[in-house]
């Protein structure tokens, strides 16, 4: 979805808490840079949960002696000559071999016809959507059979062209194109969160979906707005309105193809749901940012305060909460959990697609 290229490495078998693992992430090309790692390198993985395993360690050149004894997962001994290389970064993209460009810590293929990239944009349009048996494989088989090359085309996919692939029959057909016409309608702050930009996640969707209230207005930000305007929105820095500035502007030509098939509706400018006339106060860490947590209570009808007093609901404590928990408890204010906060705001589903950020 934004065009990084996660590298993986390959590491001798390794058994962690049960699983053989032989392959790790490496989050970014930044993290290479960081580790100093190079091809033959002994390194320490850890792996939390069902987490993918990570290397968080390097501890230099290993010897052919700590490749003995090692077993891929079906049995079969490990064997390999060991070497040392310097780790070359790609230059091209493996997908559309179109040229890579280096974003800080990132690799990016930054073409929007890149196939990875399209195929990656449509199924995470199709997932925010929360459209039912709309799938990755679907989708792939859609792109190859040349019957969509964009968002928008979903739209025009008729019966026939459907129930035609391989495994589709036509109970399925029908399905997907009832649940495509159920997203024909939109709230901006659908619409601009399923457009999968780059940091632009429910919550921040939605702060922007507020302040503009229409897409037309967005489009003339965009076009001859300010950044400044933007930036004045609580919670939203210069940064993320650039992104969100080039966001649009690179996928104009999809924005307005889609404005053509499916309505788009003007924002309810009113903050209201779940938490409707609570007052919340956040401390210690968490596991999502801070304006992240509050840009959701706001979103779901509730008020964030800097300090504990009597009038508070609630204290979100996190880890290392020191003073403001101590105050609260004094003063008999509920406490609770990040997680707790979000099962109370989850009829809305507005935290759903943090898994769905690395797209
Ligand atoms: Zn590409």
Not at 91 to 96: G, N, R, S, V
């Amino acid at each position: 979805r934004t065009g990084a290229i996660t590298p993986v490495a390959r590491i001798a078998p390794q058994m962690v808490g049960g699983v053989t693992v032989e392959n790790v992430t490496l989050h970014n090309v930044g993290e290479v840079e960081r580790l100093g790692l190079k091809i033959g390198d002994k390194v320490t993985i850890t792996r939390r949960g069902d987490v993918i395993p990570k290397i968080i360690e390097n501890l230099g050149p290993a010897n052919q002696k700590d490749l003995e004894n090692r077993f891929h997962a079906n049995g079969d001994e490990f064997s390999i000559q060991l070497k040392q290389e310097q780790i070359i970064i790609p230059q091209l993209c493996p997908a559309c071999e179109r040229e890579l460009v280096i974003d800080g810590a990132f690799l990016r293929c930054i073409s929007l016809e890149c196939e990875a990239r399209t195929n990656r944009a449509i199924t995470y349009w199709c997932r925010s959507l929360e459209m039912d048996g709309i799938g990755e494989k679907l989708v792939e088989l859609l792109l190859d059979k040349g019957l969509i090359s964009s968002i928008a085309d979903l739209y025009s996919l008729e019966h026939h062209q459907i129930s035609s692939l391989e495994r589709m029959g036509d109970k399925s057909a029908n399905n997907v194109i009832e649940e495509l016409n159920k997203t024909k309608n939109l709230s901006l702050s659908k619409f601009l969160h399923a457009l999968g930009m780059e940091r632009i996640g429910p919550e921040v969707a939605s702060v922007f979906a507020q302040h503009f209230i229409t897409m037309e207005a967005i489009l003339k930000w965009v076009d001859s707005g300010e950044i400044e305007q933007v930036t004045q929105i609580d919670g939203i820095g210069e940064k993320v309105a650039e992104i969100f500035k080039l966001g649009i502007q690179k996928r104009r030509q999809s924005i307005d193809d889609l404005m053509e098939l499916i309505g788009i509706n003007d924002e309810d400018s009113k903050h209201s749901g779940s938490l409707d006339n609570q007052t919340f106060c956040i401390t210690g860490s968490h596991s999502r940012g801070r304006k992240e947590i509050a840009l959701a209570i706001k979103n779901a009808g509730g008020k964030v305060v800097g300090s504990v007093s009597k009038n508070l609901d609630y204290l979100v404590a996190g880890e290392k909460a020191g003073s403001k928990l101590i105050t609260a408890e004094g003063l008999g204010i509920t406490i609770m959990t990040e997680t707790e906060l979000f099962e109370k705001i989850k009829p809305q589903k507005s935290s759903t697609s943090k898994t769905l950020f690395e797209f």
